[in-house]
T-cell receptor, first 113, second 114 residues
Framework: GESVGLHLPTLSVQEGDNSIINCAYS??????FIWYKQESGKGPQFIID?????DKRQGQRVTVLLNKTVKHLSLQIAATQPGDSAVYFC????????????FGTGTQLKVEL | KAGVTQTPRYLIKTRGQQVTLSCSPI?????VSWYQQTPGQGLQFLFE???????NKGNFPGRFSGRQFSNSRSEMNVSTLELGDSALYLC?????????????FGQGTRLTVV
């Protein structure tokens, strides 16, 4: 029979609006976090990272916010464009744990014209 | 600078066979990690190699193995293939020091087991 796939939450935004994608991470000891973007048929593409000694980090059109108290990560995309349509994953890692990344389930971002 | 290269891109194998996938990391990167991506389980860590040694291992059966060569290129092998092994296999490379740094992914190898 068919396998049951993960239910990906979907965020639909209008072109030009700001997008906020949220992620709850699992390990309170994690101290390194990354956001990835994955387009259909491609591997995950690095967007931005943040270490646990920071609460906020900005890149080009993107901002990552980290709230360690509630183990929450968010990715803000300014002036969302059609090319931003993809699945977005957060990933966590632990310094000293090598480069083992634990990924969230992902959020599908759909940009409407 | 060339990105992470995975070969082959697509593969069809029969149940019970074995398969070897290859990953060439970004030049200068010494850590290579492998992940399995399926609709049902999402992205799951298989193992990481650094300086030809396995540094981390995920919760996969022993049928899944890997190795890394002196030039940092890595291979993963899956023996006695099962239908459930059908997935996108991704490798990621990073500098690999004690401090985590960005991990960059290849395009993946799409394995279909029939």
């Amino acid at each position: 029979g068919e396998s049951v796939g993960l239910h990906l939450p979907t965020l639909s935004v209008q072109e030009g609006d700001n997008s906020i994608i949220n992620c709850a991470y699992s390990n309170s000891a994690s101290d390194y976090f990354i956001w990835y973007k994955q387009e259909s048929g491609k591997g995950p593409q690095f967007i931005i990272d943040i270490r646990s000694n920071m609460d906020k980090r900005q890149g080009q059109r993107v901002t990552v916010l980290l709230n360690k108290t509630v183990k929450h990560l968010s990715l803000q995309i300014a002036a969302t464009q059609p090319g931003d349509s993809a699945v977005y994953f957060c990933a966590e890692a632990l310094t000293g744990g090598g480069n083992k990344l634990t990924f969230g389930t992902g959020t599908q971002l759909k940009v409407e014209l | 600078k060339a990105g992470v290269t995975q070969t082959p891109r697509y593969l069809i194998k029969t149940r019970g066979q074995q398969v070897t996938l290859s990953c060439s990391p970004i030049s200068g990167h010494r850590s290579v990690s492998w992940y399995q991506q399926t609709p049902g389980q999402g992205l799951q860590f298989l193992f990481e190699y650094f300086s030809e040694t396995q540094r981390n291992k995920g919760n996969f059966p022993g049928r899944f193995s890997g190795r890394q060569f002196s030039n940092s290129r890595s291979e993963m092998n899956v023996s006695t293939l099962e239908l459930g092994d059908s997935a996108l296999y991704l490798c990621a490379s990073s500098l690999g020091g004690t401090r985590n740094t960005e991990a960059f992914f290849g395009q993946g190898t799409r394995l279909t087991v029939v």
